[in-house]
């Protein structure tokens, strides 16, 4: 375990709908919950009416992030928990919940990180324009502030939202996240307000002051073109801008990227670009898998993505696994972007597991990606990137949104019937990781 520091952060990240379950304690709509109950949506049909029972079960889960021994717990709050309408006045029951949650932690040496924001838009503000309309982001700004009023003097880091680019995406462009728009315009304004959200949140936190540390985290994957055309090259640039670099320049540089500028025609950046380049304290950084692309005179925005050769390791997602492309994503935010201070918010693996057998499940192909990427980061900070911690992804098989609970990224098993948790040996591998008590042999290339 050389290759980390003595202070790097270890941890585990979760999000509010995929495990939390309705408790029924005056919990508005929100966009997801909407989604997951329109017929055809989601692939088992379930939903995050129960997920994980997370809010009953708070302290059987607090117990097992202290049993894995991390040091941080990367959660997020649900917004229409707190604001029904997505604004107006706070909620008491609600802001009960994420008190004990953070009280938890805290009274188990773990330190908590929040994320405002998991995807979860109250439906109320959806019916509004949703992230198609600026006023949201106003909305997220006070949001943020009253989380921060209220939390703030226990909150380790304030991550403002996760993956607004996967969420612009799949959500508004693709339509097979909620809330489920196909519309190439919807896509791009969301983009936009999404990133103007980060920065006022950023904004008003960092007037708020208090200890916390406050940053954002982005889904980002290197794009790599299928062939050695330039048909191809430039599909892969367009791909790279659209997904990587809308939302990392804004934020980092203070302008949109050049290469996909067209797509921007018709809303006026200038204006809010100086509110979405904030300084921040930390970058998350969510990182899977990357991306093959290549020119299409059949698709609508002129390429597609091509998928992993036969040849390729994938997982349950059919996402390639390659750890030598979270190398080279680290290497590149050290080379064109600074070197910002980074923590990996999210990293981890679907399989189909077996069922449970002696009080564990056994996951080699997890314990193996694990050990694959925390490489990948070792080497990383060996070649002077500035990278701080890691969380794995995820504490517990839960709601994997439209994949519903057909793909298991949790170190932990749930058993869909009876929510009993039982660790798998991934869980006991990463405990001996954090604990500085792996074998060697568990982070030596396979």
């Known amino acids: ?62 117990d097992l992030l202290a049993d894995l021994g991390v040091g941080a717990y ?64 106003l909305y997220f700004a006070d949001y943020a502030a009253a989380v921060g009023e209220h939390l703030g003097d226990r909150l380790d880091h304030v991550l403002m939202l996760n993956e607004p680019n996967v969420h612009a995406v799949l959500g508004h462009l693709l339509g097979v996240h909620a809330p489920g728009s196909t519309d190439l315009v919807t896509f791009r304004d969301a983009v ?8 006022l949140g950023l904004a008003r936190l960092r007037d708020l002051g208090g200890p916390a540390r406050l940053g954002t985290v982005l889904n980002l994957q290197p794009v790599v073109p299928a062939g050695d055309g330039e048909d191809d090259q430039r599909a892969a640039e367009l791909l790279d801008a659209v997904w990587n670099r809308w939302v990392l320049d804004p934020l980092l540089r203070g302008r949109y990227p050049e290469t996909g500028e067209a797509l921007l025609a018709g809303l006026d950046v200038d204006a809010d670009l100086p509110l979405i380049h904030q300084p921040i304290d930390v970058l998350g950084v969510n990182f899977y898998t990357r991306a093959q692309v290549r020119a299409s005179l059949e698709s609508p925005v002129g390429l597609e993505l091509v998928p992993p050769s036969d040849a390729s390791e994938t997982t349950a997602m059919g996402w390639e696994v390659v750890p030598e492309a979270l190398l080279a994503q680290l290497q590149e935010l050290k080379d064109d972007y600074g070197n910002p201070p980074v923590v990996i918010t999210e990293n981890g693996s679907a399989y189909p597991d077996p069922a449970p057998s002696g009080g564990r499940v056994e996951d080699p192909q997890r314990v193996r990606y694990l050990a694959r990427h925390l490489q990948a980061v070792g080497q990383a900070i060996a070649r002077g990137c500035d ?38 040996r991934s869980f006991d591998a990463y405990a001996a990781v954090v604990r500085g008590t792996a074998p060697e042999a568990l982070l030596e290339p396979t």
């Open 1 to 62: 375990m050389s290759d980390f520091p003595s202070d790097f952060i270890w941890g585990v990240s979760t999000a509010a709908y995929q495990i939390e379950g309705a408790v029924d304690d005056g919990k508005g709509p929100s966009i997801w919950d909407t989604f997951a109950h329109e017929p055809g949506r989601i692939r088992d049909g379930t939903s995050g009416d129960v997920a994980c029972d997370h809010l009953r079960r708070m302290d059987e889960d607090l």
């Open 74 to 137: 990367r959660f997020s709050t649900a917004w229409t928990r707190l604001f029904p309408e997505g604004g107006g006045r706070l909620r008491r029951q609600g802001l009960d919940l994420y008190e004990r949650l953070v009280d938890g932690l805290l009274a188990r040496g773990i330190a908590p990180w929040l994320c405002l924001y998991h995807w979860d838009l109250p439906q109320a503000l959806q019916d509004r324009g949703g992230w198609a309309s600026r006023d949201t982001a």
């Open 192 to 199: 936009h307000h999404l990133n103007l959200a980060t920065g």
């Open 387 to 424: 990278v701080r911690g890691y969380f794995a992804w995820t504490l517990v098989d839960n709601f994997e949104w439209a994949e519903g609970f057909t793909r298991r990224f949790g170190l932990v098993h749930l058993d869909l019937q009876t929510l009993r948790r039982t660790p798998k």
